[in-house]
Each structure stands twice: as structure tokens, then as C-alpha cells.
């Protein structure tokens, strides 16, 4: 069994070993990528979280990974490490994204390879966004390259799932998330108590707070706000608050609610027109006599949001679920039953579940 990289969370992940030493045997190089890709896997966002690998001779040269959002690509940063660059025109440069062939924030990475006459390179998987899209591999081969496309594509895929579907869906990765009891119950009935009732227990609570850290915004229904009232910041794990939002069709939650504020920017949804914003609260208008989860997902696809956590509640993440508008559900199931209360969102179509216990609770992940 393997531990998890959660290393103040009591967890540990069921299975998937032999898998991971099978990627490493035939696919070291692609693998080694993929784990350079972590370092800036939410830091880079919008923008792809890449590793690259130069090999000379079976031997590891020069290794990157890409910098902060803005900063030099993994392929610059590998080349750069490589100390005696003569080798480069005997070496292999293994990335786990199609190099760029656009002057973004930084020249195109193919140009740099074609520059150092690395005669091989073998790529993860192609680049879906548009000003790059095939165009990467074709300079490579232009330019006498032998280029190699497809190796471990599913892990590829996975590592950059949020830049991903920013591209290929036009909207944000979605995650639904609750917390429910043994007996499928997400809260007791409304009115029974105007305080947060927790179900999941503090270790959870903590990876959720992390998730904040990670992922780019977080997102409730009014019913949560006026049930709850949420803060939904980062307070019990390091890192940035995530953007905050909330959907209230009049406008009318009034100012003593903690989402207004100012800890965190946040978003209002609303069709009240007569509203003003302030530094931190941005409301916007959306046509409620129409299904609004595609406009809230147009909407933060502009502002190219490339993830959102939807954390409830009920009315909230069915509607999500409804809409066909998910990626993947974490829900945390603790041992308590309640008997009677809110039922959790039915979520019947899903492709793979993956469950990792976080001390008592059960943490299942299933992925649309
Ligand atoms: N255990 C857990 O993980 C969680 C439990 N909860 C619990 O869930 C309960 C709240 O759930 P619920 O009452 O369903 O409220 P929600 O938080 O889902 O909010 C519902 C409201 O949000 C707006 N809304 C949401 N989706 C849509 C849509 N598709 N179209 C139009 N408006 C929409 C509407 O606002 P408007 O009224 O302005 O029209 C609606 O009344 C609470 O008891 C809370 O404690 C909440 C979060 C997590
Ligand atoms: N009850 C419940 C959750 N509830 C969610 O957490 C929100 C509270 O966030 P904050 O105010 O920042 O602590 C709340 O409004 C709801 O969205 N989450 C869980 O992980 N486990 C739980 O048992
Ligand atoms: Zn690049």
C-alpha cells in the first residue's frame, strides 16, 4: 500500500501499486514527467502543468517543469539544467504535453528545441488549445525531428485534466463534493438547526481546506449560505483562498453573511439587476427562467476559471448532476446515521471509483 502525499492526513490509498511500478518499468521517462509535472500542477493554471526529461545515452541529463503561471515552460526550464549542451544533439527530450509553437507569455517552446538540435523528442500527449494543436509536432517534424506521440495518454490526460476541459468543453474541470452520513443523508431537515452540522470528521475537514488551497473556486446555493453560512476559505492548510461563489437569484441575502465579507474575492450569480459591487463582491446576470448551470459555467469559462468545487447543497449539486455539467464527485461518508434529514444527490452514471479512507470516514472519488 501506498501512502498518501497527504502527510498531515491520516490516509492511506487502497490499491493502484502494481499499476504505478508498471508505468515506471516500460514508461520511465514519460512517468518521471509526469511526476515533475505535480510541482506546478495548480500554480500554472489557466495554462498546463508540464514536466520534461532530456535523456543522453539511458541517462538522465536535465529535468523541468513548468513555472508559475507566466513563467518559463518545463521544455526551457529541462534545457536549461543540461550542463554540457553539446549532448543535447545526441539526447531525447521526453515531455508530457505537445511543446507550444505560439508566442504566449514565453516563445515557443518547439523553436527552442529545433534551436539545440535535439534529434528525438517523444510526447505525452497533444495540446488541444487552439493556437498550438498539432502545430508543436508539425515544426518538430518539419525541422528533421523524430517525434513520438501518445505514451501513457489516460495518465497525461489526468495530470492537466483542469487545462484540459477549459479547452476541450469550454468551462471549468467540475468536482462535486459533500459529506453524508452512513445512511445517505447530507444534512438534517432544514430548520432543525441554523448552525453547520459536520458530518465528516476533522482530518476531512482539513483535506477540504487544502482542496481550497488547490483548485480555483468554490461554489454554494443560497440554501447553503442561509443554512450554513460558509466562509469557504483556506484555514486549516497553507495557501491562497480560493474565489468564492454563490448563486442568489434576487439579490436579497443581506451583508451579515460571512461569502460577503471581503476575506476572499466572490462571485454572485443573480438575475437582480439593481445590485452594486464592491472590491471584493462581483454579482452577475444570468437569465434564471432558463437552466442557469450552463451560464454559470459560460460565464467562468470567459473568466477562464479552470476549476470549481461545487460544495452544495442538495437543490445545488443535483442540478449540476442534472445538467450533465461534472468531472468527478468526492464524497465523504462518515460512520453516524442520522435516520431522517436531507438525502444525499443521486449520482447514478460513473466510469471509475477510487476510495481512500481518511481515518473513520470513507472517501470516494467517482469519475463521470
Ligand atoms: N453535507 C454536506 O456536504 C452539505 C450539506 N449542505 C446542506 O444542504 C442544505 C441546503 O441545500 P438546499 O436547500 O438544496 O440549498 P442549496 O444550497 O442547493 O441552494 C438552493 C438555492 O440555490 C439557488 N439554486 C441552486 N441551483 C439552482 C438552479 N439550478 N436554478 C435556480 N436556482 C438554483 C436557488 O436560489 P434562490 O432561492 O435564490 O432561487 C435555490 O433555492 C443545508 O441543510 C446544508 O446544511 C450543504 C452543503 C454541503
Ligand atoms: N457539513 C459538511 C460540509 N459542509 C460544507 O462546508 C461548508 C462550510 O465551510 P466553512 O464555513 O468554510 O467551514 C458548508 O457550507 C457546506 O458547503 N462539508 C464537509 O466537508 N463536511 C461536512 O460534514
Ligand atoms: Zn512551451
Known amino acids: 500500500m501506498a501512502t498518501s502525499s497527504i502527510t498531515n492526513i491520516k490516509s492511506v490509498i487502497l490499491c493502484k501499486d ?26 500554472a493554471l489557466p495554462n498546463p502543468s508540464v514536466g520534461a526529461v532530456i535523456v543522453y545515452n539511458n541517462l538522465i541529463i536535465g529535468e523541468g517543469s513548468t513555472s508559475k503561471y507566466g513563467g518559463p515552460h518545463a521544455e526551457v526550464n529541462a534545457i536549461n539544467s543540461v550542463k554540457n549542451k553539446n549532448l543535447l544533439l545526441k539526447s531525447t527530450l521526453y515531455v508530457s504535453l ?54 501513457l495518454e489516460e495518465e497525461c490526460q489526468e495530470s492537466n485534466k483542469r487545462f484540459l476541459t477549459l479547452h476541450q468543453k469550454q468551462r471549468p474541470y ?16 432544514s430548520g432543525e438547526n441554523h448552525k453547520i452540522f459536520w458530518i465528516s470528521n476533522s482530518y476531512s475537514q482539513q483535506l477540504v481546506h487544502k482542496w481550497r488551497s488547490e483548485e480555483v473556486s468554490f461554489l454554494v446555493g443560497k440554501g447553503t449560505v442561509e443554512s450554513d453560512n460558509p466562509s469557504l476559505t483556506t484555514r486549516s492548510w497553507f495557501g491562497k483562498n480560493p474565489l468564492r461563489i454563490f448563486i442568489d437569484r434576487t439579490a436579497s441575502l443581506d ?53 470549481v468545487v ?52 470513507l472517501l470516494t472519488i467517482k469519475y463521470r
Open 98 to 151: 505537445e511543446p507550444c509553437s505560439h508566442f504566449g507569455k514565453t516563445p515557443p517552446c518547439a523553436d527552442l528545441i529545433i534551436k539545440m538540435n535535439i534529434p528525438k523528442v517523444v510526447i505525452g500527449i497533444t495540446d488541444p488549445f487552439s493556437k498550438v494543436c498539432g502545430q508543436g509536432i508539425a515544426k518538430l517534424k518539419q525541422a528533421g525531428i523524430e517525434v513520438l506521440v501518445g505514451i
Open 18 to 43: 502494481t499499476q504505478i511500478s508498471m508505468f515506471k518499468e516500460h514508461y520511465p521517462y514519460i512517468y518521471r514527467c509526469l511526476e515533475l509535472a505535480k510541482n506546478g500542477v495548480f500554480e
Open 310 to 361: 461545487i460544495e452544495g447543497g442538495l437543490k445545488t449539486l443535483q442540478s449540476f448532476i442534472d445538467s450533465g455539467y461534472w468531472d468527478e464527485a468526492r464524497i465523504f461518508t462518515s460512520q453516524n446515521s442520522i435516520n431522517q434529514g436531507i438525502k444525499s444527490p443521486l449520482l447514478n452514471i460513473y466510469s471509475k471509483v477510487i476510495s481512500q479512507k481518511i481515518d473513520s470516514d
Open 255 to 307: 451583508q451579515h453573511y460571512t461569502l460577503k465579507n471581503g476575506d476572499a474575492k466572490t462571485l454572485c450569480f443573480t438575475e437582480n439587476p439593481n445590485t452594486t459591487n464592491n472590491k471584493h463582491l462581483t454579482y452577475i446576470q444570468i437569465d434564471f427562467s432558463k437552466n442557469i448551470i450552463p451560464q454559470i459555467c459560460k460565464t467562468l469559462f470567459e473568466m477562464q476559471i479552470a476549476s
Open 174 to 189: 467540475i468536482i462535486l463534493k459533500w459529506a453524508q452520513t452512513q445512511d445517505g443523508f447530507i444534512a438534517p431537515h
